[in-house]
């Protein structure tokens, strides 16, 4: 079995911030791209940003500038440093890892749980 764990969120006034972390554990051979998606109260999930096994990265428009990802290979651990947070950031954040559980395994897809980050006005 493959387990996602996030951790790290909460509440904060707006222009604080939070850090995020994703731990991954189970039967893992090797992870390819590692995300952090959010959705908020009617609306569609949506990738907030997402870092390569090298350690490439992609962040939303809205975030970039305030938000930072990273991970620890060694680990099997992400990280979303959130700063000068904003209301809209208000959501419940999971993370997203494609990863193979063998060497012969196909390259598959796990979700965390989520945790909640709210930021008030």
């Known amino acids: 079995q493959v387990q996602l764990v996030e951790s790290g969120g909460g509440l904060v006034q707006a222009g604080g911030s939070l850090r995020l972390s994703c731990a991954a554990s189970?039967?893992?051979?090797?992870?390819?791209?590692m995300g952090w998606y959010r959705q908020a109260p009617g609306k569609q999930r949506e990738l907030v940003a997402d870092?390569?096994?090298?350690?490439?990265?992609n962040y939303a428009d809205s975030v970039k500038g305030r938000f930072t990802i990273s991970r620890d290979n060694a680990k099997n651990t992400m990280y979303l440093q959130m700063n000068s947070l904003e209301p809209e950031d208000t959501a419940v954040y999971y993370c997203?890892?494609?990863?193979?559980?063998?060497?012969?395994?196909?390259?598959?897809?796990?979700w965390g749980q989520g945790t909640q980050v709210t930021v008030s006005s």
């Open positions: 997203n890892a494609d990863l193979r559980r063998s060497i012969l395994s196909p390259l598959s897809t796990y």
């Open positions: 189970g039967s893992i051979f090797s992870i390819k791209t």
């Open positions: 870092i390569t096994s090298d350690r490439n990265t």
